[in-house]
Nanobody, 131 residues
Framework: QLVESGGGLVPAGGSLRLSCFAS?????????????MGWFRQAPGREREFVAG????????YYADSVKGRFTISRDNAKNTVDLQMNSLKPEDTAVYFC?????????????????????WGQGIQVTVSS
């Protein structure tokens, strides 16, 4: 199970930090470190899109071009959490943000194409950036 927190309303140029806590099968037996983790978002009327991911082993990070240089993904395997620090927010960042993961030891490339019908997803959290 994945649970997001930290969303809300922020003016353009502001910052927010999203956090995702993993429990259940993903986190049992200290297996969280075996999962690449990602953040996705979905704006009204648009398809869900990949935002950022962090590799299960190497810690390599990958970002969508639209957020590169503004967002930072990080993980704490001891706490079973993955965070998304969002700076210099823009109105076009407004969306519901989802934490997600695929099967163990998934590559970032595979994770970035994860469909809503597969893998494990959080319930989503609203981020609204006012202009």
């Amino acid at each position: 199970q994945l649970v997001e927190s930290g969303g809300g309303l922020v003016p353009a140029g502001g910052s927010l930090r999203l956090s995702c806590f993993a429990s259940g099968g993903i986190a049992s037996g200290r297996t969280f470190s075996s999962y690449s983790m990602g953040w996705f978002r979905q704006a009204p009327g648009r398809e869900r899109e990949f935002v950022a991911g962090i590799h299960w082993s190497f810690g390599q990070t990958y970002y969508a071009d639209s957020v590169k240089g503004r967002f930072t993904i990080s993980r704490d395997n001891a706490k079973n959490t993955v965070d998304l620090q969002m700076n210099s927010l823009k109105p076009e960042d407004t969306a519901v943000y989802f934490c997600a993961t695929g099967p163990p030891r998934t590559s970032i490339q595979q994770l970035s194409s994860l469909s809503p019908q597969s893998g494990s997803w959080g319930q989503g959290i609203q981020v609204t950036v006012s202009s």
